[in-house]
């Protein structure tokens, strides 16, 4: 699993661009296989598949709505990526 590195280039863009990045993502990895390791969790929210991995080993698999209800670690860095973004009420099952 990541943790959010404010000095990188995405960790610090707006929610407009955010959202025109993974908009163009969705549209450019359709139909394909990509391996992605973001910083931010909305990134890979809507990927058909999400591996973490935790001191080298996977230790959740599954979409973003299963990680969720497992409450591992997956759905602990989500919350806590919220919390720091000022974010009360957020998106879990999308």
């Known amino acids: 699993m990541t943790t959010n590195r404010r000095g990188s280039a995405r960790a610090s863009i707006d929610p407009y ?8 993502l969705r549209r450019l990895l359709e139909n394909r296989l990509a391996i992605i390791i973001a910083h931010r969790l909305s ?11 935790d001191e080298g080993r996977a230790v959740e698999q599954g979409t973003h709505a ?15 990526q919220f919390r720091e973004e000022g974010f009360e009420a957020m998106p879990v099952d999308a």
Do not use: H, P, W
């Open 17 to 24: 661009t955010e959202l025109v990045v993974q908009n163009a």
């Open 43 to 53: 990134t890979i929210r809507l990927c058909d598949e999400i591996i973490v991995i």
């Open 66 to 80: 299963e990680l969720m209800k497992m409450e591992g670690l997956y759905s602990a860095f989500y919350r806590m």
